[in-house]
Every structure is written in structure tokens, then in C-alpha cells.
């Protein structure tokens, strides 16, 4: 017989990061988490949903039920057991929406935590597999879920259900395991679903973001992607890949090589002439630049030089990686103890 589900009462928060996707060559597979986040709050009440936005958004996105981030309470609570009456959240956003900032990820993160931070034993009912599991489901793929989720440099992939590799890691399932520091974490829901293990960037790497001043959609850029590529360009982006994992986490000397790709950036290059002019640009200068997640902003994974500069209708700022992912808890963040989410990871 189902166990009765108790809502708490009083706020409960979350801080979800910013975080670009495929980083060149890794595509629907890898991620990096970025320090500018979204702040996020919720409460039960008796009934309705009010929505509150402030920053990024602020006068355009829903303020009801079918804001994001409610969407997302929404089936964490199904996931859950039962919804409350109603909920009232408040969102201060920071991630520039619509640029290939994993956005949308952040919102969906966010709302299944604000969900499990409003159940009395959510995190007992809803693990940080099964997080993982649901994020990837809402948002279709993983790759920005799980560095949101879990913080660092990601990578993620998606085992069918029932594949028996996937039943009984859950939690913790690669505590001592990959990455150059010997430190992995990862997030595996149980029975197939999407899939995940973090490691730790190399000390140096220090990302810089150029966001411009116009807005892209992921499903346009999907759709110029064609159904099959050249076998050698497959190959040589595969090998990109790989070396990308060891140029990030050991040697940041290898990230201009490693960044390479013909998977998929010079085919949505016509849909967005700007960045590619400025990735080209930026290689050309020996940056390891990419097109972050499926643009239209850019991201360089190495220093650039004073003399480039990206032109009008540009910003420029120099980030830090997230290292921790996702953080929620009751109370107001900042206020409240600060519990990282991740799979793996311990408070």
C-alpha cells in the first residue's frame, strides 16, 4: 500500500547552473557546468499556482501552470506520489535564454528538486538517479541535464530500458572511479534511462562565453542536422571526442585539437552565420572555440588573445566551471544548508 505523502511547510530552494552542451566534437554526450545559476523558490499552498519571474524572461515567460519549471514539480510530484493543492514559486534568473545555455535543463533540474525539497522523505522516494532519469526524459536528451545535475565536466548517455548493465548502480555508482584525480561521479537510473558520470575539469581551464544579442532555437538547429555524415568524418570526430576528455580533465595544451568537429557545427552554420563567423574567428587565432550547445553563443575553452574581438552585438564574460552542480534545500539558499544533489557525491 502506497506510504501517504507529507508536504512541508515553508520555502524551499534551489540553485541550478548554466551549462553548454557537445563542447565541439562530444555531441548529445558532453557537458560543462558554468558559475552563473538561477535561483529558484517554492512553496505548498492551499491552491492555484503563481509563478513569479524576475531577470532573464521576466514579462515573457508563463506565470502559471505551464511555466518550466512548474511543469517539471509537476511530474516530480507524480514521480513522487501525489501533488499538493497548489504551489507558489519564484524565479530569479540569471541564464541568458534561448542562447545554448542549457536554460531549459536548468529550469527542469530545478523544478524536480524544488518537488523533492517539498516532500517530507522526497529524497528517499526520488534518488539522484532517478532525477537524472526524469530530467533527461522531460528535456529529450542528457547532455545538459546531467552537468546541471551533477556539476563539472559530464558524460552522459542513454541505456534502453531494462539493458541489465543498468539495474543496481543508482547512487554512488562510480565513487573512486574515472577522472584524472581519480574522483568520478555519476547518476545511472536503474533499469535503463539516461546515464551520467562527472569529472573534474583540469586547475587552468577557465571558460570564456560570448552571447549575443539574438536568440536560437535547439529544434531549428536540429533540424539542419543531416541523417548521415561522411564515415571519415565520424571517425575523426569520435577520436576528437575521446581526446577531449583527456585535454579537459589532464591536459588543457590539447583543448585546440580536441575541439575539432564535423558532426554537426558546419552544418547549422547557414542558420547562424554570427557565430560561425566568430568560432572561425576565434580558431583562426588559435582558440579552442565551439558553438555552445546548439547556439548561438560561443564558448572558448582557452585564453583569447586582447586583440580578438568578437564585434557589435556581443558580450564577453570569463566564467569558472560549476564543480557542484545543482544545490537545494530547505530555507532560502545562502540561508539554509547547502546540499549538493549529485549522484555520488556526499555533503
Request: charged letters at 20%.
Amino acid at each position: 500500500m502506497p506510504v501517504a505523502v507529507t508536504f512541508v511547510t515553508g520555502p524551499v530552494s534551489a540553485r541550478v547552473p548554466a551549462t553548454s552542451a557537445n563542447l565541439g566534437p562530444g555531441f548529445d554526450a558532453l557537458g560543462l557546468a558554468l558559475a552563473l545559476h538561477d535561483e529558484l523558490r517554492a512553496e505548498v499552498t492551499d491552491g492555484g499556482v503563481r509563478v513569479a519571474v524576475t531577470g532573464e524572461g521576466a514579462g515573457e515567460l508563463p506565470t502559471d501552470e505551464n511555466h518550466l519549471v512548474v511543469r517539471a514539480m509537476w511530474a516530480a510530484f507524480d514521480a513522487l506520489g501525489a501533488r499538493p493543492a497548489g504551489v507558489r514559486v519564484s524565479c530569479v534568473n540569471r541564464i541568458p535564454q534561448a542562447r545554448g545555455l542549457g536554460s531549459s535543463s536548468a529550469a527542469i533540474v530545478g523544478g524536480i528538486l524544488l518537488a523533492r525539497e517539498l516532500v517530507a522523505d522526497g529524497r528517499q522516494r526520488l534518488d539522484d538517479a532517478e532525477v537524472l532519469r526524469l530530467a533527461a526524459e522531460m528535456e529529450g536528451h542528457p547532455d545538459n541535464v546531467a552537468p546541471c545535475l551533477l556539476g563539472g565536466f559530464t558524460i552522459a548517455w542513454t541505456e534502453p530500458s531494462g539493458d541489465p548493465q543498468g539495474e543496481g548502480e543508482g547512487k554512488g555508482a562510480s565513487e573512486g572511479g574515472a577522472g584524472s584525480s581519480g574522483r568520478g561521479r555519476s547518476g545511472a537510473a536503474r533499469g535503463g534511462g539516461a546515464r551520467a558520470v562527472s569529472l573534474a575539469p583540469a586547475a587552468g581551464v577557465r571558460p570564456v562565453l560570448f552571447v549575443p544579442d539574438e536568440r536560437g532555437l535547439t529544434a531549428q538547429a536540429r533540424a539542419a542536422l543531416p541523417l548521415s555524415v561522411p564515415h571519415e568524418d565520424a571517425a575523426l570526430t569520435a577520436g576528437r571526442a575521446a581526446l577531449l576528455v583527456h585535454a579537459l580533465t589532464a591536459d588543457p595544451g590539447l583543448l585546440f585539437p580536441a575541439t575539432e568537429d564535423r558532426l554537426h557545427q558546419n552544418y547549422r552554420a547557414p542558420g547562424m552565420p554570427r557565430t560561425a563567423a566568430l568560432v572561425d574567428k576565434l580558431r583562426d587565432a588559435g582558440v579552442a572555440a565551439v558553438v555552445s550547445g546548439a547556439g548561438p553563443s560561443v564558448l572558448a575553452l582557452s585564453p583569447v588573445p586582447d586583440q580578438v574581438e568578437p564585434g557589435p552585438g556581443w558580450v564577453a564574460r570569463q566564467l569558472s566551471v560549476d564543480h557542484d552542480g545543482a544545490v537545494a534545500g530547505r530555507g532560502i539558499i545562502g540561508h539554509a544548508e547547502r546540499d549538493p544533489v549529485a549522484a555520488g557525491r556526499a555533503s
